[in-house]
């Protein structure tokens, strides 16, 4: 399986945002928890976007 540079960049910033969200609920801070699950679902929506690009990659390397 490759991977490509969406699917990296996603997830690295899933990982950010899950650190953010989990910050800002220790300290009592909505808006970073905020900002940390927004980034968060940016994130895998990116993830997502690179993980469909390698599956039509893959499937047009089959044809």
Do not use: C, H, Y
């Not at 910050?23 to 009592?28: D, S, T, Y």
């Amino acid at each position: 399986m490759g991977i490509n540079k969406d699917q990296i960049k996603g997830r690295a910033q899933e990982a950010k945002g899950r650190v953010k969200e989990v910050v800002g609920k220790a300290l009592g801070n909505p808006s970073l928890e905020n900002k940390g699950k927004l980034q968060k679902t940016v994130g895998a929506v990116r993830a997502s976007v690179g993980d469909a690009k390698e599956s039509v990659s893959k499937a047009l390397k089959r044809t």
